[in-house]
Nanobody, 127 residues
Framework: QVQLVESGGGLVQAGGSLRLTCAPS????????TGWFRQAPGKEREFVAA????????YYTNSVKGRFTIAADNAKNTVYLQMNSLKPEDTAVYYC????????????????????WGQGTQVTVSS
């Protein structure tokens, strides 16, 4: 059984920073892309950032460019999301997701690209 475990969420004031961590537990599996999504109450789950393991290419939604950084540590099999200059509109449950099938014909921004998901970690930004 493979699980993705997120950590690092919490309550922070606007302008503050948090670092989210995503690590797999259980058996190892092939990873092509790991992404972060978020879902605010009453809203659809939306893409935040992604990284490809082979090339290290990164992708961001426009609203977080210049504030968030995604990075992967191969040795630790872990992905990080460094979030700076946080805004109240960043408040959401953040989910880590992994693509183990290499579905390159589906853009990394789509939830259907990913077949493993974590349980989510709450990020709350107060104004």
């Amino acid at each position: 059984q493979v699980q993705l475990v997120e950590s690092g969420g919490g309550l922070v004031q606007a302008g503050g920073s948090l670092r989210l961590t995503c690590a797999p537990s259980g058996r190892t599996f092939s990873r092509y892309v790991t992404g972060w999504f978020r879902q605010a109450p009453g809203k659809e789950r939306e893409f935040v950032a992604a990284i490809t393991w082979s090339s290290g290419s990164t992708y961001y939604t426009n609203s977080v460019k210049g504030r968030f950084t995604i990075a992967a540590d191969n040795a630790k099999n872990t992905v990080y999301l460094q979030m700076n200059s946080l805004k109240p509109e960043d408040t959401a449950v953040y989910y880590c997701a992994a693509d183990s099938r290499g579905l390159g014909f589906i853009t990394v921004t789509m939830t259907s690209r990913y077949d493993y998901w974590g349980q989510g970690t709450q990020v709350t930004v107060s104004s």
